[in-house]
């Protein structure tokens, strides 16, 4: 789902500065960039595929708020962006993170918490009635899900995993609609 925080993107960003003003154009630098800010919408782009265009009725259980596990940092995180974009889709959202829960507030508009974006106590409380369950940060916490007790609980068995760290072939065995990035 794209790398973020607030150390690598502005490196980044910084290093394309320089190499402009010093009349050098950083290909491949400027690619990675590309690619970051492409990747961030991947995963939205193959919910539309499954779901269609419209998303206004359907709910979605997002597990990871943070850019990455260890940490309450959102700045530029993947998730902050899907977020946007499934709401301005229509879509609800329900996450759940085990430390970012506070931070995200400030990365999203403040109006949707409680409305378009329901932040969930426990992990499992954010797949409940869900369409589609978006693993957005790999936390150890989200490893060995208890994927029995998640069907019991969603709308759909439909995982889209942001991080590829569930085992696409066992998943798709169990019934489980199952998309990765790059599978």
């Known amino acids: 789902c794209g ?18 003003d010093v ?9 990675v960039e590309d690619r970051n800010q492409l990747q961030k919408h ?9 779901f269609g265009e419209d998303l206004s009725g359907l709910v979605f259980g997002m597990w990871g708020l943070a850019f990455k596990p260890g940490t309450d940092d959102v700045r530029e995180a993947s998730s902050a962006v899907m977020i946007r974009e499934l709401v301005s889709r229509g879509a ?7 430390v970012a829960m506070e ?14 974006v329901l932040l969930c106590d426990h992990q499992y409380d954010a797949v ?24 019991r609980v969603m709308k759909h068995k439909a995982i889209f995993d942001g991080r590829n760290q ?3 072939k066992r998943l798709r065995e169990q ?9």
Not at 23 to 31: E, R, V
């Open 23 to 31: 009349g050098f154009s950083p290909i491949l630098m400027q690619a």
């Open 128 to 151: 409940k009635d869900v369409n589609a369950l978006i693993l957005a940060t790999e936390w150890n916490l989200f490893r060995q899900p208890d994927f029995k007790a998640m069907e």
């Open 175 to 183: 019934g489980w609609e199952y998309v990765g990035i790059g599978r």
């Open 42 to 50: 991947r995963l939205v782009e193959r919910i539309i595929e499954s």
């Open 166 to 168: 569930y085992d696409p």
């Open 3 to 20: 790398y973020g925080g607030s150390c690598f993107p502005k490196d980044v960003k910084a290093i394309l500065g320089m190499a402009k």
């Open 103 to 116: 931070t995200i507030t400030h990365e999203i508009d403040a109006n949707w918490i409680g409305h378009q």
């Open 92 to 98: 609800t959202v329900k996450a759940y993170d085990p």
